[in-house]
């Protein structure tokens, strides 16, 4: 078990790289996004 407060640094760390990715795909444009992702993972 992790300590509390890197548990909390892991958290905020990984909420920023998906807020990130996200504020990407909204920019990339959500429908080519979508088809870009079901792609790879097809």
Do not use: H
């Not at 920019?27 to 993972?41: E, H, K, Q, V």
């Amino acid at each position: 078990m992790l300590p509390l407060t890197l548990q909390f640094v892991i958290a905020m760390i990984a909420s920023a790289i998906n807020e990130r990715m996200r504020r990407k795909l909204d920019y990339a444009g959500s429908d080519s996004a979508c088809r870009l992702a079901f792609g790879i993972t097809t």
